[in-house]
């Protein structure tokens, strides 16, 4: 794709972003479309580990988790200020990852898959029987959403939906910057040989460790940004959402979109928000279609959607150009 | 007299009750092919391992450059000076032949990952450095025309010499080769011979793990020989061509059994 084709296309989606909320007249579908901009930090967090060094963590959820207490707690009973206590909740999920991040690295493939998953059954059970400090399953109410900003004589209030939707779209944005730089970085090309082939990584001289260290450690981060958000959006928190079943949305966005690709992960959050919605019309075979539909997408994307779609328009493009040169010259 | 580049020093490695080396001791020296052979199971494998970090000695000492490295794991042993080849292919199936040896290149970048992902100036300069350094390693090994090929695309003997080339980007002062020619016919068994050599002229130290005799007796100055896990005999390849205790290890002793 051209450069210019690029930017265009860049351009357009960013306009479209940014109108999107005087074009959705049903206040659901905005509420929806918040969830999957949150979805998607979470979902590029994920891509990191599991899309670029190939391992795949099952505590996604269990970080969200952390950085939706740390936030919500810090807010409501320690009464910091909401941005403050957001601020600070991606640190607190980063240092959370780090501490089990470091032995849990050690062990490879499935064995890391069910290492990760205990500490997401660790975490929700005890913010489920820590009664007195995060409220147990009866939750934690009144979470405030962050107060108003003034820049430059204009103030932007959060408290409605649409105020807050820029500031998720703000956060999801910078998520996928921050995949960008990674991936076209020496890291990104680290991490994806890991992927690949992790004993060759380790005799070229590279601490693969660090390495893959790092990109659990930000995708704690991103999943505690992502739970901060969540949090002072809902105004309500119980351990109840942050159980495997939201790490393994976090795997499906992330596998379904496609996995090692930046656009993959923003696609995957946003058919993991909505699909159960749209296909609330299957009624009570609801989940049982979207079961399906997920079984089908792995046989026939296993790549994902996003690697699919640009290899389609490459054959496309292809033709096109094939069709439209002169006439091929018979002599080679 | 000098320290040599590659020291091993009276090495043990058991496998429980297994001994799969015992007490081997041989150097590398400075631009030296350094072939070492012996029949299957008397340790080869094993020995490279032990060189490249991937198996912990039992006892003795591994030195690279007078520094032991018996403690350090892979990774660490690389910016000291050792690299090596894989017996197996190993390579990324789904980088270019250049982006392999870009990867060689890890220990020799200036600026810190950091500055690489935040993309700063120096270290963009870095980057297009290595990626000159990778080019003219690939020249090198004589793969320059295939820099944007897929590796796994590349014929067999073209990834083996792949595998020397992501080596050499270490900038190693020893180089461990695990049986570089397996799977080559004659032609490619000389380039390759031709790639060990002008490694040497470069001042490496090379050990050169290898069945096929004849290339073993062309390139290497020294053959160190294996059996049961010890040294058999070690001397110019004249000197091993002919010692009987060699013919009798690779042959059996000409006795009716």
Same mark, same amino acid.
């Given at each position: 794709?051209?450069?210019?084709?690029r930017?265009g296309?860049g351009t357009?989606?960013?306009?479209a972003?940014l109108?999107?909320p005087h074009?959705?007249t049903?206040p659901?579908?905005l509420?929806?479309?918040?969830?999957?901009?949150i979805?998607?930090v979470?979902?590029q967090?994920?891509?990191l580990v599991?899309g670029f060094?190939g391992y795949?963590s099952?505590a996604a959820?269990?970080?969200?988790?952390i950085?939706?207490?740390?936030s919500?707690?810090?807010?409501?009973?320690a009464?910091?200020?909401v941005?403050?206590?957001?601020a600070?909740?991606?640190?607190?999920?980063a240092a959370f990852a780090?501490?089990?991040g470091?032995?849990?690295?050690?062990?490879k493939g499935?064995?890391?898959a069910?290492v990760?998953l205990?500490?997401?059954?660790v975490?929700?059970?005890?913010l489920?029987?820590y009664?007195?400090?995060?409220?147990?399953?009866?939750g934690m109410?009144n979470i405030q959403?962050?107060a108003?900003?003034?820049l =430059?004589?204009?103030?932007l209030?959060?408290?409605?939906?649409? =105020?807050?939707?820029y500031l998720?779209?703000?956060a999801?944005?910078?998520?996928t910057?921050?995949?960008?730089?990674?991936l076209h970085?020496?890291?990104?090309?680290?991490? +994806?040989a890991?992927?690949?082939?992790?004993?060759?990584v380790?005799?070229?001289?590279?601490?693969?460790?660090?390495?893959?260290l790092?990109?659990?450690?930000?995708?704690?981060f991103l999943?505690?940004?992502?739970g901060a958000?969540?949090?002072?959006?809902? =105004?309500?928190?119980?351990?109840?959402?942050?159980?495997?079943d939201?790490s393994?949305n976090a795997i499906l966005?992330?596998?379904?979109g496609?996995?090692?690709t930046l656009?993959g992960?923003?696609?995957?959050a946003?058919?993991?928000?909505?699909?159960?919605e749209?296909l609330?019309?299957?009624d009570?075979?609801?989940l049982v279609?979207?079961?399906?539909l997920l079984?089908?997408?792995?046989i026939?994307m296993?790549?994902? +959607?996003v690697?699919?779609?640009?290899?389609g328009?490459q054959?496309?493009?292809t033709?096109?150009?094939?069709?439209?040169?002169?006439r091929?010259d018979?002599?080679? | %007299?000098?320290e040599?580049l590659l /020291?091993?020093v009276?090495?043990?490695k058991?496998?429980?009750g297994?001994? /799969?080396v015992r007490?081997?001791?041989?150097?590398?020296?400075? @631009?030296?092919v350094? @072939?070492l052979?012996?029949?299957?199971?008397?340790?080869k494998?094993t020995t490279?391992?032990?060189?490249?970090?991937a198996l912990?000695?039992?006892?003795?000492d591994?030195r690279?450059d007078?520094r032991?490295?018996?403690?350090?794991p892979?990774?660490?042993r690389?910016?000291?000076?050792?690299?090596?080849?894989?017996?197996?292919?190993?390579?990324f199936?789904?980088y270019t032949v250049e982006?392999q040896?870009?990867?060689g290149?890890?220990?020799r970048f200036?600026c810190?990952a950091?500055?690489s992902?935040l993309?700063?100036r120096?270290?963009?300069?870095?980057?297009?450095?290595q990626?000159?350094?990778a080019?003219?390693?690939?020249?090198f090994? @004589?793969?320059?025309?295939l820099a944007?090929v897929? $590796?796994a $695309?590349?014929s067999?003997?073209?990834?083996r010499?792949?595998?020397?080339?992501m080596?050499?980007?270490s900038?190693?002062?020893?180089?461990?080769?695990?049986e570089?020619?397996?799977g080559?016919? /004659?032609s490619e068994r000389?380039a390759?011979?031709?790639?060990?050599l @002008?490694?040497?002229e470069r001042?490496?130290g090379v050990?050169?793990?290898e069945?096929h %005799?004849?290339?073993?007796?062309?390139?290497c100055?020294r053959?160190v020989?294996?059996?049961?896990?010890?040294k058999? /005999?070690e001397?110019?390849p $004249?000197e091993?061509r002919?010692?009987p205790?060699?013919i009798? $290890?690779y042959?059996?002793?000409?006795?009716p059994?």
């Amino acid at each position: 794709m051209s450069r210019a084709l690029r930017v265009g296309i860049g351009t357009a989606v960013a306009i479209a972003a940014l109108a999107l909320p005087h074009a959705l007249t049903v206040p659901y579908f905005l509420h929806l479309t918040i969830l999957a901009c949150i979805w998607t930090v979470l979902a590029q967090g994920q891509n990191l580990v599991q899309g670029f060094s190939g391992y795949v963590s099952i505590a996604a959820g269990g970080f969200m988790a952390i950085g939706a207490y740390a936030s919500a707690l810090l807010s409501v009973k320690a009464g910091w200020p909401v941005w403050t206590s957001m601020a600070l909740a991606p640190f607190v999920a980063a240092a959370f990852a780090l501490v089990v991040g470091y032995p849990s690295l050690r062990v490879k493939g499935h064995y890391f898959a069910i290492v990760t998953l205990a500490y997401n059954l660790v975490i929700v059970t005890v913010l489920n029987n820590y009664e007195s400090f995060t409220g147990g399953e009866a939750g934690m109410p009144n979470i405030q959403r962050p107060a108003a900003l003034v820049l =430059g004589g204009l103030q932007l209030s959060f408290a409605g939906r649409e =105020g807050y939707y820029y500031l998720v779209l703000l956060a999801a944005a910078a998520a996928t910057a921050g995949g960008a730089l990674v991936l076209h970085s020496r890291v990104g090309r680290v991490l +994806i040989a890991i992927r690949q082939n992790e004993m060759v990584v380790d005799a070229l001289g590279v601490a693969a460790w660090r390495y893959k260290l790092f990109a659990f450690v930000a995708s704690g981060f991103l999943a505690g940004l992502a739970g901060a958000l969540y949090a002072h959006f809902i =105004g309500f928190l119980n351990p109840e959402p942050f159980g495997t079943d939201q790490s393994m949305n976090a795997i499906l966005a992330v596998t379904l979109g496609g996995s090692g690709t930046l656009l993959g992960p923003i696609v995957g959050a946003f058919l993991v928000v909505t699909l159960p919605e749209y296909l609330r019309v299957a009624d009570t075979y609801r989940l049982v279609a979207y079961g399906l539909l997920l079984v089908l997408a792995t046989i026939f994307m296993p790549r994902g +959607i996003v690697p699919m779609v640009s290899r389609g328009f490459q054959g496309m493009a292809t033709r096109l150009a094939a069709a439209l040169r002169p006439r091929p010259d018979p002599t080679p | %007299m000098p320290e040599p580049l590659l /020291a091993l020093v009276g090495v043990h490695k058991s496998f429980g009750g297994v001994r /799969a080396v015992r007490d081997l001791s041989f150097h590398v020296g400075e @631009g030296e092919v350094v @072939g070492l052979i012996g029949p299957n199971g008397s340790g080869k494998s094993t020995t490279v391992q032990l060189v490249a970090g991937a198996l912990t000695a039992s006892a003795g000492d591994i030195r690279v450059d007078g520094r032991s490295v018996k403690a350090l794991p892979v990774s660490a042993r690389v910016p000291l000076g050792l690299a090596r080849t894989f017996q197996t292919t190993s390579l990324f199936p789904e980088y270019t032949v250049e982006e392999q040896v870009l990867l060689g290149c890890h220990t020799r970048f200036r600026c810190t990952a950091a500055a690489s992902v935040l993309q700063t100036r120096s270290s963009r300069r870095d980057d297009a450095e290595q990626r000159d350094r990778a080019f003219r390693i690939l020249e090198f090994v @004589g793969l320059a025309d295939l820099a944007s090929v897929p $590796a796994a $695309a590349i014929s067999s003997a073209r990834q083996r010499l792949l595998m020397i080339a992501m080596a050499l980007a270490s900038e190693p002062r020893v180089l461990l080769l695990d049986e570089p020619a397996a799977g080559m016919v /004659a032609s490619e068994r000389k380039a390759l011979a031709r790639v060990i050599l @002008g490694i040497r002229e470069r001042g490496v130290g090379v050990l050169v793990i290898e069945h096929h %005799m004849g290339l073993i007796l062309e390139i290497c100055q020294r053959i160190v020989v294996l059996n049961f896990g010890e040294k058999l /005999a070690e001397g110019t390849p $004249a000197e091993i061509r002919n010692d009987p205790r060699v013919i009798d $290890a690779y042959l059996g002793n000409g006795r009716p059994c």
